[in-house]
């Protein structure tokens, strides 16, 4: 069981990095290089950069979705938090949502269809939100970890020790 746990949970830190990873690279690095190309090439290193950015993003959300709710089911069987548990759960849904936003946004960044190309015409806007919005999830899921838990008796422990000791 134990490496099941460290399996899922390689299957959400990758992907994250890499998702999250990619937004900052695109708001820091490529976004203000592409500023600096006349309007046709910025719009074929757009379309090239696009295409290969699409996959990962969909594949990214796909492992973090899926091993996402595997480890929550983990931990929420695994762990008590006692008289925390509504600011646990509250987190965690703050997480959720931010997540599913980040997602979106990055999903209609990389997207082909009408909608995604409207989008795209404040690439600098958007990048600059799911920026935000994954420094503040980010902040959320360190909070989270943090959590006073106790192992409940009957269920195994879960791939989320107390990193505090207490």
């Known amino acids: 069981m134990e490496f099941v746990r460290l399996v899922l ?11 999250l990873g990619g937004v900052f690279l695109m708001r820091f690095a490529l976004w203000p290089s592409l500023m600096s190309l006349a309007e046709d090439e910025r719009r074929r290193f757009q379309d090239a950069l ?21 480890n929550t089911g983990l931990i929420v069987a695994a762990y ?4 925390h548990t ?9 997480k959720i949502l931010l997540a599913l936003a980040i997602i979106y946004i990055a999903s209609l960044l990389a997207g082909r269809s009408e909608a995604a190309e409207r989008f795209r015409q404040k690439s600098s806007l958007w990048l600059n939100v799911n920026v935000f919005l994954a420094i503040l999830l980010i902040c959320v899921a360190g909070w989270m970890r943090l959590a006073d838990r106790t ?11 107390n990193i505090l000791g207490d």
Not at 50 to 70: F, N, P, Q, T
Not at 80 to 83: E, I, L, V
């Open 80 to 83: 008590d938090f006692g008289d």
């Open 50 to 70: 696009r295409k290969r950015w699409a996959m990962w993003v969909g594949i990214s959300a796909g492992l973090l979705l899926l091993s996402g709710i595997a």
């Open 9 to 19: 949970r390689w299957f959400h830190i990758f992907p994250a990095v890499i998702l």
């Open 86 to 94: 509504g600011m646990y759960h509250g987190l965690l849904g703050l």
């Open 151 to 161: 192992p409940k008796t009957d269920a195994p422990q879960a791939a989320t020790p």
